[in-house]
């Protein structure tokens, strides 16, 4: 149901979404044209975007498009989500269809799949990616408390310290990637980067893990609300992560590792 009018007072331009042609090159999937001066924007509810049928669904997101602004405003959101994970969502499924892929969980794909598949990569840590990333954020702000908290006083000294690093890494990224918090193999809280849509599940990781938290830095995420003042938004999006989604996250990785 379309129910928001947002008016916008920008030049009129192209908002681009990168993915893979068959000749595993990246190119323009998808063009978001950006309202002209004094245009009115309506924008739905996320409960109206669905995937076409397939493999994979869009994870639901539990608030409107507007719950987390200014911090991420609503026209950023609904453009990240109804449109950028929606098509790595449906490219996705065209890509496995029919493929030894196509009934495998998304981490198994991503731990099995050749890296050198240009458009499965894309699409399978696209989707992957931003599932995580949707799950993860929350109006409300909140602090890591539980079997979470006392792991990152344990391994990182204090939250604080967490924190620096983390912001720390999302501002030294160059181009478009992920910064990550991971559950190591060893059943140890990391943080680590990957470049464009890769994630620490796939064979090329520097810390190989099972993600609890991760960050998009891909300029569709924070453009129209910070241009190039990427250190804002890595401070907004840090006051809106849901740190019990982490903390469930973060019990179910170390299962994986035989820590719990």
Excluded at 20 to 33: F, I, Q, R, S, W
Excluded at 221 to 227: I, K, M, T
Aim: charged letters at 25%.
């Amino acid at each position: 149901m379309k129910k928001n009018i947002v008016h916008f007072s920008i030049l009129t331009s192209l908002f681009l979404l990168f993915s893979c042609n068959d000749k595993d090159k990246l190119t323009e999937v998808v063009e978001v044209p950006l309202p002209s001066k004094e245009e009115k924007i309506t924008i739905g509810s996320p409960n109206d975007v669905k995937a076409d049928p397939g493999s994979f669904e869009l994870t639901k997101l539990p608030f409107s498009y507007d719950a987390l602004a200014p911090a991420i405003r609503t026209l950023t959101l609904e453009t990240h989500y109804s449109k950028h994970y929606l098509t790595y969502t449906n490219n996705l499924n065209k890509a496995i269809l029919n493929t030894e892929f196509e009934n495998l969980p998304i981490e198994d794909i991503l731990k099995k799949m050749d890296l050198n598949n240009a458009k499965l990569r894309q699409n399978a840590g696209g989707y992957y990616n931003h599932t995580l990333y949707f799950n993860i954020l929350t109006p409300k702000e909140q602090t890591p408390k539980d079997t979470l908290a006392g792991s990152i006083n344990k391994e990182f000294g204090s939250l604080a310290n967490l924190t620096n690093q983390f912001k720390g890494q999302s501002i030294k990224q160059f181009g478009s990637g992920w910064v990550w918090l991971v559950v190591d193999k060893a059943g140890k809280l990391q943080v680590t980067t990957t470049e464009n849509q890769d994630n620490p599940l796939m064979k090329n990781a520097l810390i190989p893990g099972t993600p609890i938290l991760g960050i998009d830095l891909w300029e569709h995420a924070y453009y129209l609300d910070y241009q190039n003042r990427k250190g804002s938004y890595i401070d907004a999006f840090y006051e809106h992560i849901n740190w019990e989604k982490v903390n469930e996250n973060y019990i179910e990785a170390l299962k994986k590792v035989k820590r719990v």
